[in-house]
């Protein structure tokens, strides 16, 4: 059977605004393998310079995730990863650290804050890049900076991937209301679908209602690709 690969999700606890405690952890892994998700990557935020990444308990929570994941049975495999937000210390940070990347590939999750302009989302970009990671902006809907053309500009001078929020297809039919999206779609700009799930209630997973629209509008094909289904 296929499933669905979500590259960001706060389900970890004890790190930020997702899960707060260990059973909220639970609930969200067992609301991601009803949705039909097969991988999932841990993203907690992460904010160089301004507030420390607590790495020992990220590790021992996700640990604890995984061994939940056997007691039930679940065929839902869990990665390490980080939604890195980008700032002004993060040049200097990356002179001593490695940077958390997706499920050990050189993926970096990046986030903005949303009114940055689009200069600072092109020098963050170059960044990464010299340092050998491939920026995967995360949920690029929020970023005015990316409207008109300075979305496609920037995909066709950086090797640069962008992923949208399942929320951003769904709620209100976002998708058929917003016509810069729908056209970003239609183009294929996009690289990536994921829930950034923070909780089972108003930041849920729902992979499963996305693809079924980006599948009846954009084709099953794509609509595959942008929830990693192989």
Avoid at 34 to 45: E, K, M, R, W, Y
Avoid at 73 to 99: I, K, R
Avoid at 185 to 198: G, T
Wanted: proline residues 3%; glycine residues 6%.
């Amino acid at each position: 059977m296929m499933k669905f690969s979500d590259i960001h999700s706060h389900f970890v606890y004890g790190m930020d605004d997702g899960a707060q405690t260990v059973q909220d952890m639970k609930a969200m892994l067992d609301a991601a393998v009803a949705d039909g998700v097969g991988c999932l990557i841990a993203t907690p935020h992460m904010t160089p310079g301004i507030q420390p990444f607590n790495e020992e308990r990220f590790w021992r929570h996700l640990l604890e995730a995984r061994a939940y994941c056997r007691i039930r049975e679940y065929s839902l495999n869990l990665y390490a990863g980080a939604e890195v937000l980008y700032t002004p210390a993060l040049e200097h940070y990356m002179s001593s650290h490695a940077l958390p990347t997706l499920a050990d590939s050189q993926n970096v999750l990046l986030e903005f804050a949303p009114a940055i302009p689009f200069a600072e989302i092109a020098s963050a970009v170059d960044l990464l890049e010299r340092n050998a990671y491939v920026p995967v902006l995360a949920h690029v809907e929020r970023y005015k900076a990316l409207s008109g053309g300075n979305i496609y500009r920037l995909k066709e001078q950086h090797s640069v991937l962008y992923q949208v929020n399942c929320s951003a297809v769904i709620d209100g039919e976002g998708l058929f209301k917003d016509m810069q999206l729908r056209r970003w779609f239609r183009d294929e700009l996009i690289d990536h679908v994921a829930s950034d799930s923070h909780d089972c209630r108003l930041r849920k997973t729902r992979m499963k209602r996305a693809f079924t629209i980006l599948s009846k509008r954009f084709g099953v094909e794509y609509a595959r690709r942008l929830v990693g289904m192989s």
